[in-house]
Protein backbone atom coordinates (compact mmCIF):
# COMPACT_ATOMS: atom_id res chain seq x y z
CA UNK A 1 0.00 0.00 0.00
CA UNK A 2 1.37 3.47 -1.03
CA UNK A 3 1.31 5.60 2.39
CA UNK A 4 0.87 9.29 0.51
CA UNK A 5 0.63 12.72 2.34
CA UNK A 6 -1.60 15.38 1.46
CA UNK A 7 -0.83 17.35 -1.58
CA UNK A 8 1.01 20.36 -1.04
CA UNK A 9 2.62 18.76 2.57
CA UNK A 10 5.60 20.98 3.50
CA UNK A 11 8.43 18.58 4.02
CA UNK A 12 11.24 20.63 5.38
CA UNK A 13 14.03 21.01 8.25
CA UNK A 14 14.49 22.94 10.90
CA UNK A 15 17.31 25.09 12.09
CA UNK A 16 18.55 28.16 14.68
CA UNK A 17 20.42 31.13 13.74
CA UNK A 18 22.24 30.84 17.54
CA UNK A 19 23.32 27.04 16.48
CA UNK A 20 24.10 27.53 12.89
CA UNK A 21 25.54 30.81 12.17
CA UNK A 22 28.69 31.70 13.71
CA UNK A 23 29.86 35.29 12.77
CA UNK A 24 28.81 36.49 16.74
CA UNK A 25 30.79 39.94 16.09
CA UNK A 26 30.29 40.28 12.67
CA UNK A 27 28.19 43.44 10.84
CA UNK A 28 27.34 44.96 13.95
CA UNK A 29 25.69 42.13 15.53
CA UNK A 30 26.00 42.18 19.83
CA UNK A 31 26.06 39.75 22.12
CA UNK A 32 23.22 37.37 22.77
CA UNK A 33 22.10 34.80 25.84
CA UNK A 34 23.60 32.07 23.54
CA UNK A 35 26.76 33.48 23.17
CA UNK A 36 27.66 32.49 26.63
CA UNK A 37 26.93 28.95 26.32
CA UNK A 38 30.25 26.64 26.93
CA UNK A 39 31.09 23.37 25.56
CA UNK A 40 30.19 21.17 28.37
CA UNK A 41 30.89 16.97 26.85
CA UNK A 42 31.10 15.67 30.33
CA UNK A 43 27.93 16.65 31.31
CA UNK A 44 25.38 14.38 33.09
CA UNK A 45 21.90 14.88 31.17
CA UNK A 46 20.34 13.48 34.30
CA UNK A 47 21.61 16.46 36.17
CA UNK A 48 20.33 19.21 33.04
CA UNK A 49 19.63 22.01 36.57
CA UNK A 50 23.21 22.50 37.08
CA UNK A 51 24.51 23.83 33.56
CA UNK A 52 21.61 26.45 33.05
CA UNK A 53 21.99 27.64 35.94
CA UNK A 54 24.27 30.61 35.14
CA UNK A 55 25.31 32.99 37.46
CA UNK A 56 26.09 36.93 37.47
CA UNK A 57 29.49 36.17 37.41
CA UNK A 58 29.81 33.38 34.67
CA UNK A 59 27.91 36.04 32.37
CA UNK A 60 30.81 38.43 33.19
CA UNK A 61 33.66 35.91 32.50
CA UNK A 62 32.21 35.11 29.11
CA UNK A 63 31.44 38.44 28.58
CA UNK A 64 35.04 39.58 28.42
CA UNK A 65 36.44 36.80 26.31
CA UNK A 66 36.53 37.43 23.09
CA UNK A 67 37.41 34.06 21.69
CA UNK A 68 34.98 31.51 20.67
CA UNK A 69 37.26 28.53 21.69
CA UNK A 70 35.00 27.56 25.04
CA UNK A 71 31.29 29.35 23.34
CA UNK A 72 31.13 26.57 20.03
CA UNK A 73 27.34 28.31 19.43
CA UNK A 74 29.74 32.00 18.94
CA UNK A 75 31.06 29.84 15.45
CA UNK A 76 28.03 27.46 14.36
CA UNK A 77 28.54 25.68 11.55
CA UNK A 78 28.98 29.36 9.35
CA UNK A 79 25.97 29.18 8.06
CA UNK A 80 26.61 33.23 7.79
CA UNK A 81 29.01 32.51 4.83
CA UNK A 82 27.84 29.18 3.51
CA UNK A 83 23.89 29.72 3.51
CA UNK A 84 23.46 30.23 -0.39
CA UNK A 85 25.62 26.11 -0.48
CA UNK A 86 23.11 24.79 2.74
CA UNK A 87 20.44 26.27 0.85
CA UNK A 88 20.79 24.67 -2.49
CA UNK A 89 21.10 20.89 -0.53
CA UNK A 90 18.27 21.66 1.29
CA UNK A 91 16.66 22.45 -1.95
CA UNK A 92 18.91 19.22 -3.52
CA UNK A 93 16.68 17.30 -1.20
CA UNK A 94 13.57 18.83 -2.31
CA UNK A 95 12.08 20.94 0.72
CA UNK A 96 9.14 22.54 0.32
CA UNK A 97 10.17 24.83 3.49
CA UNK A 98 12.63 25.54 5.92
CA UNK A 99 12.17 26.29 9.17
CA UNK A 100 15.09 28.95 10.72
CA UNK A 101 15.17 32.14 13.17
CA UNK A 102 16.65 35.63 13.37
CA UNK A 103 18.79 36.56 15.80
CA UNK A 104 17.46 39.56 17.58
CA UNK A 105 20.66 40.88 18.69
CA UNK A 106 21.82 40.83 14.84
CA UNK A 107 18.76 43.21 13.96
CA UNK A 108 19.09 45.06 17.41
CA UNK A 109 22.14 44.89 18.76
CA UNK A 110 21.38 45.81 22.59
CA UNK A 111 18.04 45.64 21.99
CA UNK A 112 16.93 48.64 22.97
CA UNK A 113 17.86 50.69 19.31
CA UNK A 114 15.47 52.51 18.05
CA UNK A 115 16.06 51.54 14.37
CA UNK A 116 17.41 48.89 13.63
CA UNK A 117 21.06 47.83 12.31
CA UNK A 118 21.08 47.46 8.09
CA UNK A 119 23.73 44.58 7.86
CA UNK A 120 21.73 42.72 10.15
CA UNK A 121 18.19 43.19 7.95
CA UNK A 122 19.93 42.61 4.73
CA UNK A 123 21.49 39.01 5.99
CA UNK A 124 18.31 37.86 6.34
CA UNK A 125 16.72 39.48 3.50
CA UNK A 126 19.50 37.64 1.63
CA UNK A 127 18.45 34.33 2.33
CA UNK A 128 15.02 34.96 2.15
CA UNK A 129 15.70 36.01 -1.67
CA UNK A 130 17.53 32.40 -2.26
CA UNK A 131 14.94 30.83 -0.71
CA UNK A 132 12.28 32.26 -2.58
CA UNK A 133 14.47 31.46 -5.71
CA UNK A 134 14.88 27.70 -4.61
CA UNK A 135 11.12 27.79 -3.95
CA UNK A 136 11.55 26.71 -0.10
CA UNK A 137 9.09 28.03 1.95
CA UNK A 138 10.19 30.04 5.17
CA UNK A 139 8.89 29.53 8.35
CA UNK A 140 10.58 32.20 11.04
CA UNK A 141 10.70 31.82 14.76
CA UNK A 142 11.40 35.43 16.40
CA UNK A 143 12.64 34.57 19.38
CA UNK A 144 14.59 31.06 19.68
CA UNK A 145 17.32 31.57 22.43
CA UNK A 146 18.81 34.48 21.70
CA UNK A 147 17.93 37.28 22.90
CA UNK A 148 20.15 40.48 23.18
CA UNK A 149 22.47 39.86 26.45
CA UNK A 150 21.93 43.73 27.24
CA UNK A 151 18.61 43.10 28.31
CA UNK A 152 19.29 40.04 30.16
CA UNK A 153 21.72 42.02 31.82
CA UNK A 154 19.76 45.50 32.18
CA UNK A 155 16.22 44.25 33.43
CA UNK A 156 16.74 40.50 34.12
CA UNK A 157 15.68 39.61 30.62
CA UNK A 158 11.70 39.07 30.60
CA UNK A 159 11.10 39.79 34.03
CA UNK A 160 10.54 43.23 33.03
CA UNK A 161 7.70 44.18 30.97
CA UNK A 162 9.76 46.69 29.52
CA UNK A 163 11.07 44.10 27.09
CA UNK A 164 7.56 43.94 25.67
CA UNK A 165 8.27 47.36 23.84
CA UNK A 166 11.55 45.93 22.93
CA UNK A 167 10.16 42.98 21.31
CA UNK A 168 7.59 44.39 19.73
CA UNK A 169 9.79 46.98 18.24
CA UNK A 170 12.29 44.05 16.98
CA UNK A 171 9.34 42.30 15.28
CA UNK A 172 7.66 45.23 13.71
CA UNK A 173 11.06 45.60 11.70
CA UNK A 174 11.26 42.21 11.09
CA UNK A 175 7.40 41.92 9.63
CA UNK A 176 7.78 45.26 7.66
CA UNK A 177 11.48 44.33 6.19
CA UNK A 178 10.32 40.73 5.31
CA UNK A 179 6.68 41.05 4.59
CA UNK A 180 7.01 40.06 0.76
CA UNK A 181 9.10 36.59 1.23
CA UNK A 182 7.59 35.41 4.73
CA UNK A 183 4.09 34.64 5.29
CA UNK A 184 4.46 32.11 8.29
CA UNK A 185 5.74 33.04 12.10
CA UNK A 186 6.49 31.52 14.61
CA UNK A 187 6.50 33.87 18.23
CA UNK A 188 8.79 31.95 20.87
CA UNK A 189 10.06 28.73 20.68
CA UNK A 190 9.36 26.16 23.31
CA UNK A 191 8.02 29.01 25.60
CA UNK A 192 7.14 26.29 28.23
CA UNK A 193 11.07 25.84 28.47
CA UNK A 194 11.66 29.61 30.61
CA UNK A 195 11.44 27.30 33.86
CA UNK A 196 14.06 24.66 32.60
CA UNK A 197 16.28 26.72 31.26
CA UNK A 198 14.96 30.75 32.57
CA UNK A 199 18.60 31.72 31.37
CA UNK A 200 18.34 30.39 27.62
CA UNK A 201 14.83 31.21 27.13
CA UNK A 202 14.06 34.29 28.68
CA UNK A 203 17.53 36.19 29.87
CA UNK A 204 16.50 34.96 33.68
CA UNK A 205 19.62 35.05 35.77
CA UNK A 206 18.99 33.20 39.03
CA UNK A 207 21.04 35.74 41.21
CA UNK A 208 19.50 38.41 40.10
CA UNK A 209 15.27 36.49 41.45
CA UNK A 210 14.24 37.91 44.28
CA UNK A 211 14.86 35.60 47.05
CA UNK A 212 11.86 33.93 48.16
CA UNK A 213 10.07 35.00 45.02
CA UNK A 214 11.80 32.92 41.85
CA UNK A 215 9.42 31.22 40.59
CA UNK A 216 6.80 33.96 41.14
CA UNK A 217 8.66 36.23 39.02
CA UNK A 218 9.39 33.44 36.16
CA UNK A 219 5.66 33.13 36.08
CA UNK A 220 5.81 36.69 35.47
CA UNK A 221 8.13 36.63 32.90
CA UNK A 222 6.02 33.72 31.09
CA UNK A 223 3.36 36.57 31.35
CA UNK A 224 5.12 38.66 29.30
CA UNK A 225 6.01 36.10 26.75
CA UNK A 226 2.64 35.54 26.18
CA UNK A 227 1.24 39.28 26.04
CA UNK A 228 4.01 39.71 23.57
CA UNK A 229 3.06 36.87 21.49
CA UNK A 230 -0.29 38.42 21.36
CA UNK A 231 0.67 41.88 20.35
CA UNK A 232 2.78 40.92 17.49
CA UNK A 233 0.53 38.11 16.29
CA UNK A 234 -2.24 41.39 16.06
CA UNK A 235 0.48 43.16 14.31
CA UNK A 236 1.73 40.61 12.28
CA UNK A 237 -1.66 40.21 10.84
CA UNK A 238 -2.16 43.31 10.58
CA UNK A 239 1.60 44.26 8.50
CA UNK A 240 1.19 40.86 6.50
CA UNK A 241 -1.76 40.14 4.32
CA UNK A 242 -2.62 36.45 4.29
CA UNK A 243 -0.05 35.65 7.29
CA UNK A 244 -0.51 32.95 9.54
CA UNK A 245 1.38 32.63 13.31
CA UNK A 246 1.70 29.89 15.02
CA UNK A 247 2.83 29.16 19.05
CA UNK A 248 5.28 26.10 19.56
CA UNK A 249 5.64 24.20 22.63
CA UNK A 250 7.70 21.25 23.67
CA UNK A 251 5.47 18.05 23.50
CA UNK A 252 6.47 16.11 26.59
CA UNK A 253 3.90 12.89 25.79
CA UNK A 254 3.50 11.51 29.38
CA UNK A 255 2.58 8.17 29.94
CA UNK A 256 1.61 6.89 33.63
CA UNK A 257 4.15 3.96 34.27
CA UNK A 258 1.73 1.89 36.17
CA UNK A 259 -2.09 1.97 36.22
CA UNK A 260 -2.06 3.11 40.45
CA UNK A 261 -4.20 5.57 40.18
CA UNK A 262 -1.58 7.73 41.96
CA UNK A 263 0.40 7.21 38.78
CA UNK A 264 -2.43 7.80 36.64
CA UNK A 265 -3.30 11.20 38.61
CA UNK A 266 0.42 12.25 38.26
CA UNK A 267 0.96 11.85 35.24
CA UNK A 268 -2.67 13.63 34.22
CA UNK A 269 -0.93 16.56 36.25
CA UNK A 270 2.01 16.49 33.86
CA UNK A 271 0.49 16.35 30.70
CA UNK A 272 -2.12 19.19 31.86
CA UNK A 273 0.67 21.57 33.09
CA UNK A 274 2.24 20.56 29.26
CA UNK A 275 -1.11 21.77 27.39
CA UNK A 276 -1.00 25.18 29.92
CA UNK A 277 1.01 27.18 26.92
CA UNK A 278 -0.66 26.13 24.23
CA UNK A 279 -4.19 26.76 25.95
CA UNK A 280 -3.43 30.29 26.76
CA UNK A 281 -2.13 31.28 23.03
CA UNK A 282 -5.05 29.18 21.58
CA UNK A 283 -8.29 29.92 23.75
CA UNK A 284 -6.86 33.10 25.01
CA UNK A 285 -6.91 32.68 28.89
CA UNK A 286 -5.66 30.94 31.52
CA UNK A 287 -6.66 27.70 32.35
CA UNK A 288 -8.56 27.92 35.33
CA UNK A 289 -6.85 24.57 37.37
CA UNK A 290 -3.25 26.55 36.33
CA UNK A 291 -4.47 29.37 38.04
CA UNK A 292 -5.68 27.47 40.66
CA UNK A 293 -2.59 25.72 41.25
CA UNK A 294 -0.94 29.13 41.34
CA UNK A 295 -2.94 30.49 43.74
CA UNK A 296 -2.48 27.79 46.41
CA UNK A 297 1.56 28.40 45.77
CA UNK A 298 1.22 31.98 46.46
CA UNK A 299 1.91 32.81 43.21
CA UNK A 300 -0.01 36.14 41.52
CA UNK A 301 1.26 37.61 38.37
CA UNK A 302 0.51 40.59 37.39
CA UNK A 303 -1.75 41.22 34.61
CA UNK A 304 -3.95 43.84 33.57
CA UNK A 305 -7.69 44.06 31.53
CA UNK A 306 -5.97 45.30 28.71
CA UNK A 307 -3.10 42.44 28.45
CA UNK A 308 -6.39 39.75 29.00
CA UNK A 309 -8.42 41.80 26.22
CA UNK A 310 -5.02 41.03 23.88
CA UNK A 311 -4.62 37.28 24.69
CA UNK A 312 -8.36 36.90 24.09
CA UNK A 313 -8.24 38.92 21.30
CA UNK A 314 -5.23 37.65 19.52
CA UNK A 315 -4.45 33.87 19.43
CA UNK A 316 -2.64 31.77 17.30
CA UNK A 317 -3.78 30.63 13.49
CA UNK A 318 -1.85 26.84 14.09
CA UNK A 319 0.41 24.93 16.43
CA UNK A 320 3.76 24.13 16.19
CA UNK A 321 5.59 21.82 18.29
CA UNK A 322 8.64 19.67 18.95
CA UNK A 323 8.73 15.58 19.25
CA UNK A 324 11.87 13.96 20.38
CA UNK A 325 10.84 11.19 22.87
CA UNK A 326 7.98 10.51 25.83
CA UNK A 327 8.61 9.96 29.19
CA UNK A 328 6.35 7.95 31.98
CA UNK A 329 5.55 9.16 35.32
CA UNK A 330 5.46 7.61 39.28
CA UNK A 331 4.95 8.77 42.61
CA UNK A 332 7.55 6.24 43.43
CA UNK A 333 10.94 8.09 44.11
CA UNK A 334 13.15 5.65 43.43
CA UNK A 335 12.08 5.08 39.61
CA UNK A 336 14.58 4.55 37.09
CA UNK A 337 14.86 8.08 35.90
CA UNK A 338 16.40 9.10 32.21
CA UNK A 339 17.34 12.39 30.14
CA UNK A 340 15.04 13.93 27.22
CA UNK A 341 14.85 17.33 25.77
CA UNK A 342 16.39 19.21 28.71
CA UNK A 343 14.22 17.12 31.17
CA UNK A 344 14.69 14.00 32.85
CA UNK A 345 11.34 11.71 33.30
CA UNK A 346 10.87 8.09 34.64
CA UNK A 347 12.15 5.61 32.47
CA UNK A 348 9.82 3.76 30.18
CA UNK A 349 10.65 0.14 30.06
CA UNK A 350 9.47 -0.62 26.68
CA UNK A 351 11.11 1.77 24.38
CA UNK A 352 15.09 2.28 22.98
CA UNK A 353 16.88 4.83 23.56
CA UNK A 354 19.70 7.11 22.14
CA UNK A 355 23.12 7.48 22.87
CA UNK A 356 22.26 10.36 25.09
CA UNK A 357 19.35 8.55 26.75
CA UNK A 358 16.55 9.83 25.31
CA UNK A 359 13.67 6.99 24.73
CA UNK A 360 12.42 6.47 20.91
CA UNK A 361 8.59 6.34 20.77
CA UNK A 362 7.38 6.95 17.29
CA UNK A 363 3.77 5.90 18.56
CA UNK A 364 3.91 8.67 21.12
CA UNK A 365 3.85 11.29 18.35
CA UNK A 366 0.42 9.71 16.90
CA UNK A 367 -0.76 10.10 19.83
CA UNK A 368 0.65 13.62 20.78
CA UNK A 369 -0.96 14.61 16.94
CA UNK A 370 -4.58 13.02 18.36
CA UNK A 371 -4.18 14.80 21.29
CA UNK A 372 -3.37 17.97 20.05
CA UNK A 373 -5.85 18.28 17.38
CA UNK A 374 -8.94 16.60 19.34
CA UNK A 375 -8.12 19.65 22.18
CA UNK A 376 -7.22 22.90 20.02
CA UNK A 377 -9.18 21.61 16.22
CA UNK A 378 -6.79 23.68 14.66
CA UNK A 379 -4.13 22.75 11.87
CA UNK A 380 -0.78 21.18 13.35
CA UNK A 381 3.18 21.27 12.29
CA UNK A 382 5.65 19.50 13.44
CA UNK A 383 8.80 21.67 13.71
CA UNK A 384 11.39 19.71 15.53
CA UNK A 385 11.95 15.88 15.26
CA UNK A 386 15.18 14.18 15.18
CA UNK A 387 17.36 11.91 16.77
CA UNK A 388 21.01 12.91 17.98
CA UNK A 389 24.05 10.49 17.00
CA UNK A 390 27.45 9.92 16.75
CA UNK A 391 28.02 9.50 13.02
CA UNK A 392 31.25 7.87 11.52
CA UNK A 393 33.09 8.93 8.06
CA UNK A 394 34.20 5.72 6.22
CA UNK A 395 35.62 6.56 3.13
CA UNK A 396 34.29 9.85 2.30
CA UNK A 397 30.59 7.92 3.08
CA UNK A 398 28.25 8.36 6.27
CA UNK A 399 26.52 5.52 6.57
CA UNK A 400 23.33 6.18 8.81
CA UNK A 401 20.47 3.58 8.71
CA UNK A 402 19.80 4.00 12.56
CA UNK A 403 18.53 7.76 11.13
CA UNK A 404 16.70 6.45 8.25
CA UNK A 405 15.00 3.77 10.91
CA UNK A 406 14.11 6.80 13.53
CA UNK A 407 12.64 9.00 10.54
CA UNK A 408 10.79 6.03 8.68
CA UNK A 409 8.90 4.96 12.24
CA UNK A 410 7.85 8.21 12.79
CA UNK A 411 6.86 9.22 9.20
CA UNK A 412 4.42 6.14 9.64
CA UNK A 413 2.59 6.94 12.94
CA UNK A 414 2.26 10.93 11.09
CA UNK A 415 0.62 9.10 8.18
CA UNK A 416 -1.47 7.19 10.33
CA UNK A 417 -2.83 9.69 12.68
CA UNK A 418 -3.62 12.15 9.06
CA UNK A 419 -5.27 8.93 7.85
CA UNK A 420 -7.41 9.46 11.35
CA UNK A 421 -8.52 12.81 10.32
CA UNK A 422 -5.82 15.07 12.03
CA UNK A 423 -4.79 17.95 9.88
CA UNK A 424 -1.16 17.68 9.67
CA UNK A 425 0.18 20.08 7.26
CA UNK A 426 3.96 20.18 7.43
CA UNK A 427 6.98 18.33 9.39
CA UNK A 428 10.41 19.71 10.10
CA UNK A 429 13.31 17.42 11.30
CA UNK A 430 15.04 19.16 13.76
CA UNK A 431 18.87 19.87 12.58
CA UNK A 432 18.67 18.62 8.34
CA UNK A 433 22.31 19.93 8.80
CA UNK A 434 24.73 19.05 11.81
CA UNK A 435 24.90 21.79 13.84
CA UNK A 436 25.94 22.77 17.44
CA UNK A 437 23.73 21.35 19.97
CA UNK A 438 21.03 23.50 22.21
CA UNK A 439 22.02 21.72 25.40
CA UNK A 440 25.73 20.61 25.69
CA UNK A 441 27.17 22.82 22.39
CA UNK A 442 28.62 19.57 20.98
CA UNK A 443 29.11 19.13 17.55
CA UNK A 444 29.42 15.40 18.25
CA UNK A 445 25.53 14.75 19.20
CA UNK A 446 24.40 14.86 15.04
CA UNK A 447 21.34 15.29 14.00
CA UNK A 448 21.79 16.30 10.39
CA UNK A 449 21.07 14.46 6.57
CA UNK A 450 24.11 16.68 5.90
CA UNK A 451 27.26 15.96 7.49
CA UNK A 452 29.49 19.44 8.82
CA UNK A 453 33.38 18.72 8.79
CA UNK A 454 33.57 20.23 12.43
CA UNK A 455 34.51 18.53 15.78
CA UNK A 456 33.66 19.71 19.12
CA UNK A 457 36.49 21.68 19.57
CA UNK A 458 35.88 23.88 16.52
CA UNK A 459 38.27 21.80 14.15
CA UNK A 460 37.86 21.09 10.18
CA UNK A 461 37.19 21.87 7.01
CA UNK A 462 33.71 23.23 7.20
CA UNK A 463 33.30 20.48 4.36
CA UNK A 464 29.53 19.71 3.75
CA UNK A 465 29.02 16.14 3.06
CA UNK A 466 25.40 13.91 1.84
CA UNK A 467 24.29 10.95 4.09
CA UNK A 468 22.85 7.90 3.34
CA UNK A 469 19.48 9.93 4.72
CA UNK A 470 20.02 12.50 2.64
CA UNK A 471 18.99 10.65 -0.55
CA UNK A 472 15.96 8.56 1.59
CA UNK A 473 14.52 12.33 2.79
CA UNK A 474 14.77 12.99 -0.86
CA UNK A 475 13.23 10.06 -1.87
CA UNK A 476 10.79 10.44 0.25
CA UNK A 477 10.18 14.23 -0.30
CA UNK A 478 9.95 13.18 -4.32
CA UNK A 479 7.21 10.57 -3.49
CA UNK A 480 5.64 12.35 -0.81
CA UNK A 481 4.83 9.21 0.56
CA UNK A 482 6.53 6.58 2.71
CA UNK A 483 6.92 3.29 1.18
Not at 249 to 259: M, N, Q, R, V
Request: charged share 25%; glycine share 6%; hydrophobic share 35%.
Amino acid sequence: MSRKFPDNFMWGGAIAANQVEGAWNVDGKGLSVADMATYKPNVDNQDYAKHVNITSEFIDKARKDTSDKDYPKRRGIDFYHHYKEDLALFAEMGFKTLRLSIAWSRIFPTGEESEPNELGLQFYENVFKEMKRLNIEPIVTLSHYEMPLTLSNKYNGWVSRTVIDDFVRFSTACFNRYKDYVKYWLTFNEIDSIHRHPFTTAGIVNDKLTPGKEKQEIYQALHHQFVASAIVTKLCHEIIQGSQVGCMITKLTTYPLTPKPEDVEATLKKNLENYFYSDVQVFGEYPKLILSQLERQGIHIQMTEEELKVLKEHTVDFISFSYYMSMTESVDPDADRTPGNTIVGVKNPYLPATEWGWQIDPKGLKISLIELYDRYKKPLMIVENGMGAKDVVEDGQIHDPYRIKYFQEHFEQMWEAIEEGVDLFGYTSWGPIDLVSASTSQMSKRYGFIYVDQDDEGNGSLERMRKDSFYWYKGVIENNAID
